[in-house]
T-cell receptor
Framework: EADIYQTPRYLVIGTGKKITLECSQT?????MYWYQQDPGMELHLIHY???????EKGDLSSESTVSRIRTEHFPLTLESARPSHTSQYLC??????????????FGPGTRLTVL | EDKVVQSPLSLVVHEGDTVTLNCSYE??????LLWYKQEKKAPTFLFML????IEKKSGRLSSILDKKELFSILNITATQTGDSAVYLC???????????FGTGTRLQVFP
């Protein structure tokens, strides 16, 4: 069982609020990722990190920001939430670049609704 | 541009049927192909394939990769209602740790 956690699981907030979605993993993985997935749609990578103090933007443009101060923690922040940010946000981690260890483990997801 | 295409997009079958899900890809410097099962929330890992022609098997599920024709199939035999899910195919290239996901195949198994 993969040990990767996301909080909150569900969040309903009003427009303009600042929010932080938490993601933490206890597997010591260097690589972490944030995906955005609308209902019935494909996963889109919005941020990733190769390790502490490393963050990169993904393939889908996002107004969110991330930080990686500790290996186990990869929070995602929206400074001013808008209804267009309503989506499911999935966090994932992987061990490294070896062929044997490139499986990504996913957290349970945070379903965000912005009114 | 790298891309992963899955077919069919949606599939409805009865319990006991066998299904084959397809995944084709165009990725520079291919390293591995992964299959995930996504039910209500997060995807769960099924298989990782790196070599052509070697079948991976787990219970009623099996998968194989063809690196010459650039595709993989996921077979599910004797389907059960618990197999109902979206099955995602993802491809990883060398020199990157990003996965390129297909849109998924939505499988519904009815009793």
């Amino acid at each position: 069982e993969a040990d990767i956690y996301q909080t909150p699981r569900y969040l309903v907030i009003g427009t303009g609020k600042k929010i932080t979605l938490e993601c933490s993993q206890t597997m010591g993985h260097d690589k972490m990722y944030w995906y955005q997935q609308d209902p019935g749609m494909e996963l889109h990578l919005i941020h990733y990190s190769y390790g502490v103090n490393s963050t990169e933007k993904g393939d889908l443009s996002s107004e969110s920001t991330v930080s990686r101060i500790r290996t186990e923690h990869f929070p995602l922040t929206l400074e001013s939430a808008r209804p267009s940010h309503t989506s499911q946000y999935l966090c994932a981690s992987s061990a490294g670049t070896s062929v044997l260890y490139n499986e990504q483990f996913f957290g349970p997801g945070t379903r965000l609704t912005v009114l | 541009e790298d891309k992963v295409v899955q077919s069919p997009l949606s599939l409805v079958v009865h319990e006991g049927d066998t299904v084959t899900l397809n995944c084709s890809y165009e990725v520079t410097n291919f390293r591995s192909l992964l299959w995930y099962k996504q039910e209500k929330k997060a995807p769960t890992f099924l298989f990782m394939l790196t070599s052509s022609g070697i079948e991976k098997k787990s219970g009623r599920l099996s998968s194989i990769l063809d690196k010459k024709e650039l595709f993989s199939i996921l077979n599910i035999t004797a389907t059960q209602t618990g197999d109902s899910a979206v099955y995602l195919c993802a491809v990883e290239a060398y020199n990157t740790d990003k996965l390129i996901f297909g849109t998924g195949t939505r499988l519904q198994v009815f009793p």
